[in-house]
């Protein structure tokens, strides 16, 4: 299963931003953005708003409106998402998985679609 350090490094790879940056309280555009795409990916594979405030330091309310404003900058990603699930889920049915595969599947389908 997908972690949030695997998201926050994916996120370092794609912008430069560390984690440190990432949780850091720096209102630098580049850091604000990564932060919301980090805390928007960790929302789409499941994880809470209670567990992304407690990884990257922030409160519920901040997770929530930043993911908000990822979804807003990048519309496509929830349009990627959508269909990866789809994808997955069709996959799965045919090949009778289970949850966690299920769920590798999706977050496999999405690094696809994306790239």
């Avoid at 929302?43 to 407690?54: L, P, V, Y």
């Avoid at 949850?99 to 496999?108: K, T």
Wanted: glycine fraction near 6%.
């Amino acid at each position: 299963m997908t972690t949030m350090h695997e998201i926050a490094a994916q996120v370092t790879a794609e912008t430069g931003v560390t984690l440190e940056q990432m949780r850091g309280p720096s209102q630098v555009r580049q850091f604000c953005d990564a932060r919301n795409r980090a805390w928007r990916l960790s929302h789409d594979i499941g994880k809470t708003n209670a567990q992304i405030g407690t990884f990257f330091h922030r409160d519920t309310s901040t997770i929530w409106n930043g993911v908000a404003r990822d979804r807003k900058a990048n519309p496509e990603a929830a349009e990627l998402m959508d269909l990866a699930i789809q994808h997955a889920a069709k996959l799965a049915v045919q090949e009778g998985v289970g949850p966690e595969r299920l769920h590798n599947r999706i977050m496999d389908a999405y690094r696809e679609a994306q790239s």
